[in-house]
């Protein structure tokens, strides 16, 4: 039996399951289910008219160039009791199709799938597929303040798989612990599993400290050890916010130690209840390639500002439009003529819409 089928019958196993309990017990009460319909489609044009459909290689959302093209749609189902939760979403898009390409077939329409239990009082335990808590953003454009993904989001991963310990000590205090597959990573592509951890700090109303970090192997059979750290701090207040993150990462090998910087500032202003402006400056310093691939003498060494703008005519839709100009220390943008540039500039424009 196949991978997917397991995973399917294990799910049907479930629920006929608390259909049975249910049946039989006429007190256990019929947990509500939240149920959240997604959907994002874009159109993006790199003003280098590369002959590739991508567009430039770091992103993936907008992942291609000169198309119209959906980048997340999903179907969420959640429940929330005071004692147990799960949560179930199935997904397809270019940010499944560029982010999922190494997982198995049957993993690559899972966005989320996780169940935990309150063990006592302030302590959860779950597992399964979550949403990774390394970079800021998300995979959801309607969350972030930019339509387009910084470096650090599209550097770190979006999901990960494995088992999750979160703690609240007290009212403004969050800590995770997860013990994963891997960076990125639904199945295993080695023997060896990663740890990663978030704390969280909320000093003030609208104000978040973070630190997050992540310690394991990406090698395939080989020793590639990795070690992140992604801080950031974040403040929203009234018609405003501002975001201030960073990254640092090491890799070390039997030969070799190698390491990757970068830091990026956000901000979002509404000018009314339903226009806002949002701008983000960045660089990224990856000379050895830790994250990106260039093949070039200086890697990828690049910085980049935004501009963009957003529109909701209604609480749950959302039209964007933005420029993304790109400054690369070596020339790693493909033109239309085969030609290599040390810039591109993107422009992107999306509708996002969630019920």
């Not at 939760?85 to 899972?110: H, I, K």
């Not at 009082?121 to 808590?133: C, L, M, Q, Y």
């Not at 910087?261 to 310093?285: C, D, M, P």
Request: proline share 4%; hydrophobic share 40%.
């Amino acid at each position: 039996m196949s991978k997917s089928n397991l995973f399917y019958l294990f799910c049907l196993f479930f629920l006929s399951g608390y259909i049975t309990a249910i049946a039989q017990n006429d007190s256990l009460p019929i947990p509500k289910v939240r149920w959240e319909v997604y959907g994002d489609t874009y159109f993006a044009y790199d003003a280098n008219d590369p002959p590739q459909q991508s567009v430039v290689h770091t992103l993936t959302h907008p992942a291609y160039h000169n198309q119209l093209s959906v980048s997340l749609a999903y179907l969420k189902a959640s429940i929330a009791e005071e004692s147990w939760r799960a949560t179930l979403a199935l997904a397809t898009g270019t940010y499944m199709a560029t982010n999922y390409a190494s997982e198995p077939d049957w993993a690559r329409y899972v966005l989320e799938a996780n169940a935990g239990v309150r063990l006592a009082g302030r302590w959860w335990f779950d597992a399964g597929v979550f949403s990774s808590f390394l970079g800021f953003e998300s995979p959801v454009s309607a969350d972030n303040a930019v339509y387009s993904r910084s470096f650090i989001a599209e550097a770190t991963p979006y999901y990960e798989a494995g088992v999750r310990l979160t703690f609240l000590p007290a009212e403004r205090w969050q800590i995770i612990a997860s013990f994963l597959n891997g960076w990125q990573r639904i199945a295993d592509n080695n023997r060896d599993k990663a740890l990663s951890a978030q704390i969280q700090y909320y000093p003030a109303q609208g104000l978040t400290l973070s630190y997050a970090t992540f310690y394991g192997n990406e090698g395939v059979n080989a020793t590639s050890l990795w070690w992140v750290h992604n801080p950031f701090v974040y403040y929203e207040k009234d018609s405003w916010s501002l975001l201030v993150e960073g990254l640092l990462a090491t890799a070390r090998s039997s030969q070799q130690k190698n390491e990757a910087w970068a830091v990026n500032i956000t901000g979002n202003y509404y000018l009314t209840e339903k226009w806002s402006i949002n701008a983000r400056i960045e660089h990224f310093q990856d000379e050895n390639e830790i994250f990106y691939t260039t093949a070039t003498p200086n890697g990828f060494v690049n910085t980049s500002w935004t501009l963009g703008a957003a529109y909701s005519p209604v609480k749950q839709v959302k039209c964007r439009l933005e420029c993304r100009p790109f400054y690369s220390k070596d020339e790693i943008y493909l033109k239309s003529n085969t030609t290599t540039s040390n810039q591109s500039v993107l422009i992107s424009s999306g509708i996002s819409w969630r019920f």
